[in-house]
Antibody, heavy 118, light 111 residues
Framework: QLQLQESGPGLVKPSETLSLTCTVSGGSISSTDYYWVWIRQPPGKGLEWIGG???????YYDPSLKSRVTISVDTSKNKFSLKLSSVTAADTAVYYCARRVRGAVPGWGQGTLVTVSS | QSALTQPASVSGSPGQSITISCTGT?????????VSWYQQHPGKAPKLMIY???KRPSGVSNRFSGSKSGNTASLTISGLQAEDEADYYCSSYAGSSTFEVFGGGTKLTVL
């Protein structure tokens, strides 16, 4: 059974770069069926797409975050990563990594809270 | 402001049926049969309940059903149970530029 686990700092200072990694286990990140995606949820608010990556490296980003987001994949380590630059308090959220197939997200990580504060 | 519009809240009594709407545009919901619905309990990750508009993943109760008419998708829950009380989100593919969009979420209260 495929599992995903987010890891990274839980506290990031304003203007710095948020970095998270998602480790995929129980399956290959090189599967041609999936996009590997990042989704976030600010406290008490709804879900927001950040973007995703195919195993080949093709990426897509939400237009509202595109200028600050980089998603990368390391197929040798079965991991993919998120970098979000120039963060502000508005970027405080639970960040989920997940796999997407044909528009649906059937597999989610447990989520990790990242707080932006000095 | 979310790209897809959902009612902020709906409620129903045990055993009743409720429907949650998800209104988009001809650029997303209206153009693709790629609407998904997610259930989220407090403090938990979302769970996929419906994909491709009307399909249920294995293990999801057949009390949950999805449909679409024009630019509006709908999630119907029949035979409401206490454990259905949760937040529900719709999502749609929106083309190669925007890719995906979520609704703002609907809080379901089982009275």
């Amino acid at each position: 059974q495929l599992q995903l686990q987010e890891s990274g700092p839980g506290l990031v200072k304003p203007s710095e770069t948020l970095s998270l990694t998602c480790t995929v286990s129980g399956g290959s990140i090189s599967s041609t069926d999936y996009y590997w995606v990042w989704i976030r949820q600010p406290p008490g608010k709804g879900l927001e797409w950040i973007g995703g990556i195919y195993y080949s490296g093709n990426t897509y980003y939400d237009p509202s975050l595109k200028s600050r987001v980089t998603i990368s994949v390391d197929t040798s380590k079965n991991k993919f990563s998120l970098k979000l630059s120039s963060v502000t308090a508005a970027d405080t959220a639970v960040y989920y990594c997940a796999r997407r197939v044909r528009g649906a997200v059937p597999g989610w990580g447990q989520g990790t809270l990242v707080t932006v504060s000095s | 402001q979310s790209a897809l519009t959902q009612p902020a809240s709906v409620s129903g009594s045990p055993g009743q049926s409720i429907t949650i709407s998800c209104t988009g545009t001809s650029s997303d919901v209206g153009s693709y049969d790629l609407v998904s619905w997610y259930q989220q309990h407090p403090g938990k990750a979302p769970k996929l309940m419906i994909y491709e508009g009307s399909k249920r993943p294995s293990g999801v109760s057949n009390r949950f059903s999805g449909s679409k008419s024009g630019n509006t998708a709908s999630l119907t829950i029949s035979g409401l149970q206490a454990e259905d009380e949760a937040d529900y989100y719709c999502s749609s593919y929106a083309g190669s530029s925007t890719f995906e969009v979520f609704g703002g979420g609907t809080k379901l209260t089982v009275l």
